[in-house]
């Protein structure tokens, strides 16, 4: 399995947004570093969404190339 690696945003209210940028699912809102990398290193990609993602830059590329 690969590791996840991860997107952090700055939200409005000066929390900060991680998202999976695997499987882009949001690991967590906080304006804690702590529990932010907690989150991050608990984070498993669903499968589910991992073949969604897949499928998605698939049809896209295809449509992109035509």
């Known amino acids: 399995m690969e590791t996840a690696e991860f997107v952090r945003k700055r939200n409005p209210d000066w929390t900060i947004h991680s998202y ?4 882009f699912a949001t690991v ?4 804690s570093v702590a529990e932010m990398n907690a989150a991050e290193d608990q984070h498993v990609c669903d499968r589910r969404l991992l073949e969604m993602v897949e499928q998605y830059r698939s049809v896209s590329h295809l449509v992109s190339a035509a």
């Open 28 to 31: 967590a809102d906080s304006a």
């Open 20 to 23: 999976c940028a695997r499987c």
